[in-house]
Protein backbone atom coordinates (compact mmCIF):
# COMPACT_ATOMS: atom_id res chain seq x y z
CA UNK A 1 0.00 0.00 0.00
CA UNK A 2 1.28 3.24 -0.86
CA UNK A 3 1.39 6.16 1.77
CA UNK A 4 -0.33 9.35 1.42
CA UNK A 5 0.35 11.45 -1.36
CA UNK A 6 1.68 14.32 0.81
CA UNK A 7 4.45 11.84 2.65
CA UNK A 8 5.79 10.85 -0.57
CA UNK A 9 9.28 12.65 -1.20
CA UNK A 10 8.95 14.61 -4.64
CA UNK A 11 13.00 14.28 -5.29
CA UNK A 12 12.71 10.77 -4.07
CA UNK A 13 10.08 9.75 -6.10
CA UNK A 14 11.27 11.24 -9.60
CA UNK A 15 14.41 9.34 -8.88
CA UNK A 16 12.53 6.19 -8.34
CA UNK A 17 10.47 6.74 -11.61
CA UNK A 18 13.54 7.80 -13.72
CA UNK A 19 15.49 4.79 -12.85
CA UNK A 20 12.61 2.55 -13.91
CA UNK A 21 12.26 4.34 -16.69
CA UNK A 22 15.60 4.32 -17.97
CA UNK A 23 15.44 0.59 -17.15
CA UNK A 24 13.10 0.26 -19.91
CA UNK A 25 9.59 0.31 -18.03
CA UNK A 26 6.86 1.25 -20.60
CA UNK A 27 4.56 3.01 -17.71
CA UNK A 28 7.90 5.01 -15.73
CA UNK A 29 8.77 5.90 -19.62
CA UNK A 30 5.38 7.16 -19.91
CA UNK A 31 4.56 8.70 -16.28
CA UNK A 32 8.12 10.91 -16.54
CA UNK A 33 6.81 12.10 -19.93
CA UNK A 34 3.39 13.24 -18.35
CA UNK A 35 5.42 14.58 -15.93
CA UNK A 36 7.79 16.53 -18.17
CA UNK A 37 4.84 17.79 -20.61
CA UNK A 38 2.79 19.34 -17.32
CA UNK A 39 5.64 20.49 -15.40
CA UNK A 40 4.91 17.94 -12.28
CA UNK A 41 8.20 17.88 -10.05
CA UNK A 42 10.48 18.55 -12.89
CA UNK A 43 10.44 22.18 -14.90
CA UNK A 44 7.89 21.77 -17.78
CA UNK A 45 9.97 20.57 -21.36
CA UNK A 46 8.00 19.33 -23.54
CA UNK A 47 11.05 18.13 -25.48
CA UNK A 48 11.77 16.08 -22.91
CA UNK A 49 8.25 14.70 -22.35
CA UNK A 50 8.14 13.48 -26.38
CA UNK A 51 11.23 12.08 -26.06
CA UNK A 52 9.91 9.23 -23.27
CA UNK A 53 6.55 9.28 -25.27
CA UNK A 54 8.75 7.68 -27.50
CA UNK A 55 10.33 5.32 -25.78
CA UNK A 56 6.91 4.39 -24.04
CA UNK A 57 5.40 4.39 -27.74
CA UNK A 58 7.59 1.76 -28.92
CA UNK A 59 7.43 -0.26 -26.13
CA UNK A 60 3.30 -1.05 -26.75
CA UNK A 61 1.86 2.19 -24.54
CA UNK A 62 -1.12 2.89 -26.47
CA UNK A 63 -1.60 6.41 -24.08
CA UNK A 64 2.14 7.99 -25.04
CA UNK A 65 1.32 7.39 -28.74
CA UNK A 66 -2.21 8.99 -28.11
CA UNK A 67 -0.36 12.00 -26.18
CA UNK A 68 2.50 12.56 -29.53
CA UNK A 69 -0.57 12.50 -32.05
CA UNK A 70 -1.75 15.33 -30.05
CA UNK A 71 1.35 17.22 -29.55
CA UNK A 72 2.47 16.82 -33.35
CA UNK A 73 -1.32 18.30 -34.22
CA UNK A 74 -0.28 21.48 -32.03
CA UNK A 75 3.39 21.18 -32.37
CA UNK A 76 4.11 21.11 -28.64
CA UNK A 77 7.88 20.13 -28.27
CA UNK A 78 8.23 18.63 -31.49
CA UNK A 79 7.41 19.49 -35.25
CA UNK A 80 3.73 20.40 -36.15
CA UNK A 81 2.54 18.01 -38.30
CA UNK A 82 -0.91 16.58 -39.27
CA UNK A 83 0.47 13.57 -40.78
CA UNK A 84 2.91 12.73 -38.06
CA UNK A 85 -0.77 13.29 -35.71
CA UNK A 86 -2.31 11.31 -37.92
CA UNK A 87 -0.01 8.27 -37.78
CA UNK A 88 0.44 8.06 -33.81
CA UNK A 89 -3.51 8.23 -33.72
CA UNK A 90 -3.83 5.45 -35.83
CA UNK A 91 -0.96 3.58 -34.45
CA UNK A 92 -2.92 3.95 -30.88
CA UNK A 93 -6.59 3.61 -32.52
CA UNK A 94 -5.18 0.01 -34.37
CA UNK A 95 -4.40 -0.62 -30.57
CA UNK A 96 -8.02 -0.04 -29.24
CA UNK A 97 -7.45 3.26 -28.02
CA UNK A 98 -11.46 4.97 -28.71
CA UNK A 99 -10.14 8.95 -28.12
CA UNK A 100 -7.22 8.33 -30.51
CA UNK A 101 -10.19 6.58 -32.95
CA UNK A 102 -11.87 9.69 -32.72
CA UNK A 103 -9.32 12.28 -33.41
CA UNK A 104 -8.41 10.16 -36.70
CA UNK A 105 -11.83 10.35 -37.91
CA UNK A 106 -11.49 13.85 -37.12
CA UNK A 107 -8.23 14.01 -39.26
CA UNK A 108 -10.11 12.51 -42.17
CA UNK A 109 -12.52 14.72 -42.17
CA UNK A 110 -11.26 17.60 -41.93
CA UNK A 111 -8.53 16.68 -44.46
CA UNK A 112 -6.12 17.31 -41.98
CA UNK A 113 -2.49 15.27 -42.93
CA UNK A 114 -4.26 13.17 -45.05
CA UNK A 115 -6.59 13.34 -48.42
CA UNK A 116 -9.79 14.49 -46.98
CA UNK A 117 -12.22 10.86 -46.46
CA UNK A 118 -15.42 11.34 -44.96
CA UNK A 119 -15.86 7.39 -45.50
CA UNK A 120 -12.66 6.55 -43.73
CA UNK A 121 -13.82 9.69 -40.95
CA UNK A 122 -17.29 7.55 -40.07
CA UNK A 123 -15.47 4.59 -40.26
CA UNK A 124 -12.84 5.03 -37.66
CA UNK A 125 -15.71 7.69 -35.53
CA UNK A 126 -18.01 4.81 -34.98
CA UNK A 127 -14.98 2.34 -33.97
CA UNK A 128 -14.52 5.48 -31.63
CA UNK A 129 -18.18 4.86 -30.44
CA UNK A 130 -17.77 1.90 -28.20
CA UNK A 131 -15.08 2.81 -26.32
CA UNK A 132 -15.74 6.66 -25.41
CA UNK A 133 -16.21 8.00 -22.15
CA UNK A 134 -19.41 8.80 -21.71
CA UNK A 135 -18.09 12.62 -20.54
CA UNK A 136 -17.62 13.03 -24.94
CA UNK A 137 -20.90 10.92 -25.99
CA UNK A 138 -22.56 14.00 -27.46
CA UNK A 139 -19.18 15.23 -28.69
CA UNK A 140 -18.47 11.55 -30.78
CA UNK A 141 -22.37 11.45 -31.78
CA UNK A 142 -22.00 15.08 -33.44
CA UNK A 143 -19.21 14.32 -34.90
CA UNK A 144 -21.04 11.05 -36.56
CA UNK A 145 -24.08 13.02 -37.53
CA UNK A 146 -21.59 15.56 -39.73
CA UNK A 147 -19.77 12.43 -41.38
CA UNK A 148 -22.93 10.39 -42.13
CA UNK A 149 -24.66 13.81 -43.77
CA UNK A 150 -22.25 13.69 -46.34
CA UNK A 151 -22.36 10.35 -47.44
CA UNK A 152 -25.02 8.51 -49.76
CA UNK A 153 -26.49 4.70 -49.05
CA UNK A 154 -23.74 3.33 -50.42
CA UNK A 155 -21.03 4.49 -49.23
CA UNK A 156 -23.14 3.84 -45.18
CA UNK A 157 -23.73 0.25 -46.29
CA UNK A 158 -19.64 0.31 -46.93
CA UNK A 159 -18.97 1.55 -43.30
CA UNK A 160 -21.43 -0.66 -41.74
CA UNK A 161 -19.88 -3.62 -43.67
CA UNK A 162 -16.04 -2.95 -42.55
CA UNK A 163 -17.45 -2.34 -38.76
CA UNK A 164 -18.58 -5.90 -38.87
CA UNK A 165 -15.14 -7.25 -40.26
CA UNK A 166 -12.97 -5.61 -37.36
CA UNK A 167 -9.24 -6.02 -37.22
CA UNK A 168 -9.17 -4.73 -41.41
CA UNK A 169 -7.10 -1.85 -41.25
CA UNK A 170 -8.00 1.39 -42.74
Partial sequence: MLPPAEQIDPERYLALVH?????????????????????????RDPKRAAAWFIRAAGGGEILSMHNLGTMHLQGLGV?????LALDWFRRAARAGDARSAHC??????????????????????????????????EEITQAVELARGE???ASLAYVEERLA??????
Avoid: C, T
Avoid at 19 to 43: F, R
Avoid at 165 to 170: F, I
Fill in 19 to 43: SLAEGGNVKAQHNLGAMYLKGLGVP
Fill in 79 to 83: ERSPA
Fill in 104 to 137: LGALYFEGLGVERDPVRALLWLRRAEAGIPEAFR
Fill in 151 to 153: LDE
Fill in 165 to 170: RPGEDD
